[in-house]
């Protein structure tokens, strides 16, 4: 299945280049060799896959790339993807012994991305060979990347995994959601492909409840798992905020990752958050050129769940924060066209400029595909009830992991849970 054919090549991402560009051979082997191979390694244990990463290093550094690849691959089939938006510098890279001696620490994420992308860019020289075929069946519900990760170990141990997706293209946030100075969506788009060449299949423009139910799932295949994402993003309820010129963050991201479009011409920009994504169109809008970029929050700096990394390089980039503010208003002309943001800041109401608004307060939960799968349970949250560590849910035959089970984790934690459920799966069926 060829992907990238339906990606628009104009799109507002490509104007972004990629901040972590892949290594040459010769940077990754010469940093390859500043790796200790520590045993008991901090930087495996820090990972939420716990790749061995001392091993894969060392096959990077005596020049077995596809060695080193499969020693990722074990461990995290989406390894090309985590290597490029996972937070190593909080992960792997953060507890790297090299930064208790006040060092630079390896370059983790940069050899992981050099060896997996090196590995799978030529599909017609496969890594894996499938295991005979079973009579299993398992659907996926979502082509993200826990349901991504559920679907390729099953594949590649006989099993028929079929994943259902609603949407026109596959990759869930990897291929919508992420940063463009990450990850662009055709990447995403290829690692997907790589998963589907090692036996999963997949059918797009499918929505669950709509053209096939969970009754009809339960019934034609032996398990199921749902990798459902989150939903859309949550609004302020606030006057003036429905209209044009006010987008949640994920939908903007989608947008301008996916959809055909020129660079924007942007101009006073107030994100309100103060996690991750708010960071992310915050840095995506000040390299795309806007004349200014606000980030609002309701508490202080300091209590952002932003990585401090995050924080830093948006400072660097020119973002302003305006802290201990409450948005009560978005500010429109005689036209309708937005003008401001009127906030709460000390129990003061000050007027922001700004000719458009994003807001990164969240997403909704999908409760209603859940719901369709007896014994499945909701939290207080919305979020699906599973075992963290077998996805198991309150239907012995659905499993389930990812954002819609954690509430919004990394990447790599929503691989972690897809592999887990699979590897339980596969012990519970031999027994």
Partial sequence: MRLLQHLPAERVETALPDKKPLMTEGEARLEAERCLYCADAPCTQACPTSIDVPGFIKRIASGNVRGSAKVIFEQNILGYSCSRVCPVEVLCEGSCVYEAW??????????QRYATEQATKDLAEPLYVRKPATKRRVACVGAGPASLAFAAYLAMEGHQATIFEKRPLPGGLNATGVAPYKLHAEDALREVEWVLSLGAELKTGVEIGRDVSGTQLLAEYDAVFLGLGLGEDNKLGIPGEEGPGVVGATAWIEEMKLAKGARPKLGHVVVVGGGNTALDVARECAQLGAEAVMMVYRRGVEDMSGYAHELEGARKEGVIFVDHAQPVAVLRDASGAVHGLRVSKRGVEVDLPAAFVALAIGQSKLRSVAQQFPGVK???????????????????????????VNGGKEVVNAVADGRNAARHLQAVWHG
């Fill in 378 to 404: 909701l939290d207080t949250r919305g979020c699906v009830v599973a075992d963290p560590s077998t996805g198991a849910t309150g239907n012995p035959k659905v499993f389930s992991g990812g954002d819609c």
């Fill in 102 to 111: 006040q060092k630079k620490p390896i370059a983790i994420g940069r050899l």
